[in-house]
């Protein structure tokens, strides 16, 4: 509000004088409220805190709770949306300050112009500094990255693919930077700098959910949602890939169980505007690659959920197949999931149990290891002991779903000499993995060692041993969702079951109490 005459600055406002198109926050701004003042709620920034020349902190952000509301009206009609709900601000902290330009070196000597994180830095409420966004970006590409993906190279989809779209997206930026520094709190030793990068992580993530909720409530305005429309091609990838990146950093989070919340909007996005179909007939890699994710992700998740119907037309069977990068195995354990879901349901209707057809099971997992042994000649000759760390990798998911697939779809008794010779080689497998001199794909162990966890029940030292190896990897990959599935396995190695239950049964059972686990 300009001076008025005799230069003096008008100090009140009659809230009832201002305009009443403008638009209005549900809560007054935090300024007003340490001043204990009625806000007129003027976003974004309130007029009695402009007349005095006081910086209006703003107002609390909004977190999306998502596939929590139907609309009972309009187009959407029976459409299940994400609602938005306030939470409390984040408490302001000092800025780390640096004259330093926003460049960074990757370690493959690629400059890195980060000049697009430094215009975020309002967003973000000026509590990132230059220096601390080179060095979360940087973190990003040199220790996120190659474990989001089964094998690192120079054609990361992560780094090749979403990177790119983060400098044109705000609110994906900001989710990549909230990784980083959830990744950094994951894996660092020191508890007070661990601390120092989960606020730093629940500031970044805040800013990203307000951000990407003003999108939504954008995108929930347009009338006729069409893929083929160009400005919404990109923001509905955008928020995908945003949604996806904020999950993936709830997974870096001891005890958190947001990344359903997460997972469950990118499944909505997909569902809303049937992107399904985009991982057959779209040009648009991104959008292909950010589906896989997603449907990966499902795959995982759904291992452990048994109350819930999983829906068929999300748990499809296709190749988890990117630029050459494939890993059927994934692709099988969804598949052997959902099998063993309809044989259950069946059994329950009293049809009897399901015969399974092992060979056919056999001849599946033959042709994936076939197909990811080919990833091999992705190392270069040189490099002779990551091809042999990694073969152990390939046998041991191998192995790990061919277990799984007797647990899932076989008798539990009839079968248990079959599945005992089967985890013999897995065990010894994961032993050569993890225990050798060399690099090691630490994210790479985590299901073919539950699944050996599984069928360890009466033996104390390898029980102590795979706990061991679960916290290591845990420790070196930042993935704390997986402590969870370990919980799981101590509650399982205590039941009464003598190895006469499997783990499946046991689950299901107690899937109340114990609730569903992660194993990624």
Known sequence: MAPTGGGTTKRNVRIDSLPSDREIADKDCRQCSTRRIKCDRSMPHCYKCSIRGLSCSGFPLVHLRWDQGVASRGYLTGKRLPLVENIPSVTDEEDVSSPNPGLAMSPQGILINNSHLIRDSELANQQLSRSLCDKLLLHFLTNVASHLTWIDGPSNPWRSLVLPLARRSACLRLAILGLAAAHLSATCAEFERSSTHLQINQRLRNEAVGTLSNKMQI??????ISVGEGFLDFSLVEMLASMLVL?????????????????????????RHHLKSMREHSEDTIAKFLIKEVIDLETFGNVSTFTVELDPSVMMTWPSVFDGHFWDFTSLTNEITVAERSHHARFDRSDGPVQANMGYWHAKLETAYSRATVLISSFPEEEAVKRKRFRAIIEAHYHACLIYSYQALTSHIETAETVRSYVDLLWHTILSATTEPGPTFAHDIF???????????????????????????IVTTGFWCNHAALRFLRLFWESDSDGHESWIQFARLNEQEIGSFFVF
Do not use: M
């Open 219 to 224: 995108e929930r305005s347009v009338n006729s």
């Open 247 to 271: 999950c993936y950093g709830e997974l870096h989070i001891p005890g958190s169980t947001d990344w359903k919340l997460h997972l469950r909007a990118c499944h909505a996005i997909i569902e």
């Open 447 to 473: 299901f073919p060692l539950f699944i050996v966890g599984t069928e360890s029940q009466n033996g104390k030292w390898r029980q102590a041993h795979i706990e061991t190896l679960f916290l290591q990897s």
